[in-house]
Structures are given as C-alpha cells and as structure tokens.
C-alpha cells in the first residue's frame, strides 16, 4: 500500500508542477515519475510472494466511479433546475 502511495505521490507531482507552462516541461524531463514508479515497483517486487487478489481495487476503483457519476448527475440536475427558473418565471 506504501508503494501505491508513493507512486499516486510521484505522478501527483508531476501532474501539478507539469501544468506550469515552461517550468513544467523542464519539471517534466528531469523529475520523470514514470521511472521512478518503476524503480518502486522493481525494489518492491518479491518473486517468491504469492500475488494478493485486486478485489479491493476494482471494488474501490468501482464506488469511486459510481460515486463520480452521481456527483454529475447531481450538478446536472442543479443547471437544469437553475435554468428552468431563470426562463419559467
């Protein structure tokens, strides 16, 4: 889980520093997340282990969708209404 999180940390910061025009690209080629997730995954990695199921991660990845999507149809649902009330009366 540590190494989940260091790797969402990596790509994190390289998403948030890469949006600054000019300094995020020079950001970019020096800080290079991608590698460094490998690097994690390389050191972390333990052939003699048996794999864990990902159960966990396809339930999580599953609520946070549904979750996502509800949250549109609620801002969905607020427009239309705020739209309705400005033209209806």
């Given at each position: 889980m540590?190494?989940?999180?260091?790797?969402?940390?990596?790509?994190?910061v390289e998403a948030t520093v890469g949006a600054?025009?000019?300094l995020?690209?020079?950001?970019d080629a020096t800080w290079q997340?991608?590698?460094?997730?490998?690097?994690?995954?390389?050191?972390?990695?333990?052939?003699?282990?048996?794999?864990r199921?990902?159960?966990w991660i396809f339930w999580t990845f599953l609520v946070i969708i549904v979750g996502f999507l509800a949250l549109i149809?609620?801002?969905?649902a607020t427009?239309?209404?705020?739209?309705?009330?400005?033209f209806s009366g």
């Open positions: 540590r190494v989940l999180a260091r790797m969402l940390l990596n790509i994190g600054v025009p000019v995020g690209d020079i950001f997340a991608n590698m460094r997730n490998l690097r994690l995954v390389e050191s972390h990695y333990d052939a003699r282990l048996k794999p199921p990902l159960r149809g609620v801002l969905i427009v239309i209404r705020l739209v309705w009330a400005l």
